[in-house]
Every structure is written in structure tokens, then in C-alpha cells.
């Protein structure tokens, strides 16, 4: 067996540069998932995993300027009623729901649509995948681009290009 070269933490060292920051408040770290979405203060987005991402975590991510995805470990009624709850509360623009790429997905991207998600996050543990292609396009052909699809999970520019 031929052994690949590979680094290590240890390996690795992050080179800071010189700086003119004089204050942590002159930073913004905020962003967009798109140029023409509402702005995110805090940039980070809490798992659509089922112990981490319900209503209660997905309102407190919009609280602080974040994104939570509602994960789709529930049956498709529970993950819309979630949901519509979020709708009376948080900006549909801030609204984010997972799907898989198999079975009912489309079912349920239909449902949380039509209870106020418009972000869908297509959560699969590998996405460089034909199922994730199926999907994309079939996601594609539903909603065109009334809905800002997350795409994931992928590891190389490869599979980012072929996604996108």
C-alpha cells in the first residue's frame, strides 16, 4: 500500500498580518445567503439535525441574526407546523427547512413552501451524488427561484461545481 503525504494540525501554522483594526467594532461579519436576501448579522447557520434544530433553536438563531434549519426527522405535518409557527414570528427570509432526496421530498419541500420556509436546505450526508442531481433539478423545475436552495454536503470544488 502507498502511503499519501499528509499534514496535521501540528503541521499547519496560521500567519496573522499586520493590522489597522483598532476595535472589534469596526468589524461586521454579516452576510447574505443571496445579494438580494435580508442580512444575517451573525453568520452562522444551526444544524438541521433533530438535537440541535427545532422551532425554539431556529427562533433564537433569528434572534441573534443567524439561520436554524428545521431538521426533517418528523413527518412532514410536524416539520410544516414548525414552520407556519416561525412564519408569525421571524421573517420568511430567515425561515430554513431540511429535506432529503429520496421518498416524499418533494412532498414536503411543497408543505414547507406552502407554510412559509423559503430556504431549503437538501441534507444529505454525501452530495456529490445522482440522487442530490435529481433532486436539485426536480427542486429546480417546482419552485425556479422562489426558493434559495443550500445544497450539501460536499467536500471538493468538484463537486461545488457540479452542484451549482
Not at 503525504?5 to 483598532?22: H, M, N
Not at 461586521?28 to 440541535?52: R, Y
Not at 405535518?77 to 432529503?100: C, F, H, M, N, W
Request: glycine content about 8%; aromatic content about 6%; charged content about 20%.
Amino acid at each position: 500500500m502507498k502511503l499519501k503525504e499528509a499534514l496535521t494540525y501540528d503541521d499547519v501554522l496560521l500567519s496573522p498580518q499586520y493590522s489597522t483594526i483598532c476595535s472589534r467594532q469596526e468589524i461586521d461579519i454579516g452576510n447574505t445567503l443571496k445579494h438580494d436576501q435580508d442580512w444575517f448579522d451573525l453568520p452562522i447557520i444551526a444544524s438541521p439535525m433533530d438535537t440541535v434544530t427545532e422551532g425554539d433553536m431556529a427562533y433564537a438563531m433569528a434572534q441573534a441574526g443567524g439561520l436554524g434549519g428545521i431538521h426533517r426527522y418528523n413527518d412532514i405535518e410536524k416539520q410544516a407546523r414548525i414552520v407556519r409557527d416561525l412564519y408569525d414570528v421571524v421573517p420568511p427570509t430567515q425561515i430554513a427547512a431540511a429535506i432529503g432526496v429520496t421518498g416524499s421530498f418533494l412532498d414536503r419541500a411543497i408543505a414547507l413552501w406552502e407554510n412559509g420556509a423559503r430556504i431549503l436546505c437538501v441534507d444529505v450526508a454525501h452530495g456529490h451524488h445522482v440522487l442530490m442531481k435529481q433532486a436539485l433539478e426536480c427542486l429546480k423545475g417546482e419552485f425556479g427561484k422562489e426558493v434559495h436552495i443550500m445544497a450539501g454536503n460536499v467536500a471538493t470544488l468538484q463537486a461545488f461545481n457540479d452542484l451549482a
